[in-house]
């Protein structure tokens, strides 16, 4: 399985996932042009898409979705509540694929696994992909890793994980406190600590590389998120760990897991 993430912060999420020639978008949070410039970077055509998955319905992750979906005819998979609340980004033109929140279903080679998280959306979900060798875990957006969210993602073999926010910088920041009390509920975004924690309670399962992604712009520094984790992986004596963080402005290098 090949991954990379295209753009991961509140600007804008993309995941681009194949085996073979099964080449699926996992959230198209970018303007359609700039997902397609990002793709073409990477020698993907746009047009050779077999689907785009939806986590939820927040403009990050689903502001591309309407008009790649219409642009390259290729189905768009979300659940029914995801789809409710963002009606107003389809024509109705769109090939729309519905599952449940607990509903595996399968694109081409790679078969996909959601599992509900805790976020403020209508109807919000993580994956676990699988290709039949290899596994994927995307873990973002979620105020708290649950016991179900920990399962699923304890069988994977990379995690993109979410390491959203330093306390202190939230805390200090320009933000109303509305907002703040927003990003650090349970139903908001995981701290660098709680994702650190979360990374070594994976690596003692036997994690070997991990993504930290959808870093905050105002609230958290590449560096602060980076030291967060790279003490637990010293914790545990690990010296070739594989880490790496996501950026808003250009895409990862492509993984293969």
């Known amino acids: 399985m090949q991954v990379c993430v295209l753009a991961s912060g509140s600007g804008g999420n993309a995941i681009y996932v194949q085996k073979g020639a099964t080449r699926v978008l996992v959230d198209a949070g970018l303007a359609g042009r700039e997902i397609d410039k990002r793709l073409r970077s990477i020698g993907v055509d746009v047009p050779k898409l077999m689907g785009i998955v939806v986590s939820h319905e927040h403009s990050d992750h689903i502001?591309?979705?309407?008009?790649?979906?219409?642009?390259?005819?290729?189905?768009?998979?979300?659940?029914?509540?995801?789809?409710?609340?963002?009606?107003?980004?389809?024509?109705?033109?769109?090939?729309?694929?519905?599952?449940?929140?607990?509903?595996?279903?399968?694109?081409?080679?790679?078969?996909?696994?959601p599992f509900v998280i805790s976020h403020d959306a209508s109807d919000p979900v993580n994956f676990v992909i699988d290709d039949g060798q290899s596994r994927l875990g995307i873990a973002t957006d979620m105020g708290v890793v649950s016991k179900l969210a920990f399962e699923r993602l304890s069988t994977s073999d990379?995690?993109?994980?979410?390491?959203?926010?330093?306390?202190?910088?939230?805390?200090?920041?320009?933000?109303?406190?509305?907002?703040?009390?927003?990003?650090?509920?349970?139903?908001?975004?995981?701290?660098?600590?709680?994702?650190?924690?979360?990374?070594?309670?994976?690596?003692?399962?036997?994690?070997?590389?991990v993504v930290l992604a959808?870093?905050?712009?105002?609230?958290?520094?590449?560096?602060?998120?980076?030291?967060?984790?790279?003490?637990v992986i010293a914790s545990r004596g690990l010296r070739n760990y594989q880490l790496s963080v996501a950026e808003q402005d250009q895409p990862t290098p492509i993984f293969v897991i």
Not at 90 to 112: M, T
Not at 216 to 229: M, P
């Open 214 to 231: 959808h870093l905050s712009e105002e609230n958290n520094r590449r560096e602060l998120a980076l030291s967060a984790s790279e003490s």
């Open 63 to 113: 502001s591309g979705v309407g008009i790649l979906a219409r642009k390259v005819q290729c189905p768009v998979w979300l659940t029914r509540g995801t789809f409710d609340a963002a009606r107003s980004r389809f024509k109705g033109r769109e090939r729309i694929r519905f599952f449940d929140n607990d509903q595996a279903f399968s694109i081409g080679d790679l078969s996909f696994q």
């Open 158 to 209: 990379m995690v993109i994980l979410e390491s959203n926010y330093d306390r202190e910088m939230l805390m200090t920041g320009p933000y109303p406190w509305s907002v703040k009390q927003r990003i650090q509920g349970s139903r908001g975004h995981l701290e660098n600590t709680a994702a650190s924690e979360t990374l070594g309670r994976l690596i003692d399962g036997g994690l070997e590389q």
